[in-house]
Nanobody
Framework: QLRRVESGGGLVQPGGSLRLSCAAS????????IAWFRQAPGKEREGVSC????????NYADSVKGRFTISRDNAKNTAYLQMNNLKPEDTAVYYC?????????????????WGQGTQVTVSS
């Protein structure tokens, strides 16, 4: 059974950091590109970052460029999103997804199912 679990969210003050994890099971993560998405209250889900299957190409939304870093550990079947210098506008539920993206751009959506996500709240 294909499964993914997002974790690592929480409440953090502006300027703080969090590291999100996306653990996959039931399939080999190394075959797929990984993207992180987020959905803020009252807003549509948006793509945040993407990393291709080899890890050799990454891309970021302009709003997070220079602050977020996507990575993957295929041996652990896990992807990560390191988020630094967090801002209140980063508050959202964060989701990961897998597909055959090239990551030349950050995907805007994902046609498959979504996990439960992990809540990130940036507030003083």
């Amino acid at each position: 059974q294909l499964r993914r679990v997002e974790s690592g969210g929480g409440l953090v003050q502006p300027g703080g950091s969090l590291r999100l994890s996306c653990a996959a099971s039931g399939f080999t993560l190394a075959h797929y590109a990984i993207a992180w998405f987020r959905q803020a209250p009252g807003k549509e889900r948006e793509g945040v970052s993407c990393i291709n299957s080899s890890g050799g190409a990454t891309n970021y939304a302009d709003s997070v460029k220079g602050r977020f870093t996507i990575s993957r550990d295929n041996a652990k079947n896990t992807a990560y999103l390191q988020m630094n210098n967090l801002k209140p506008e980063d508050t959202a539920v964060y989701y990961c997804a897998f597909a055959y993206w090239t990551c030349t751009v950050v995907p805007s959506t994902h046609v498959g199912s979504w996990g439960q996500g992990t809540q990130v709240t940036v507030s003083s």
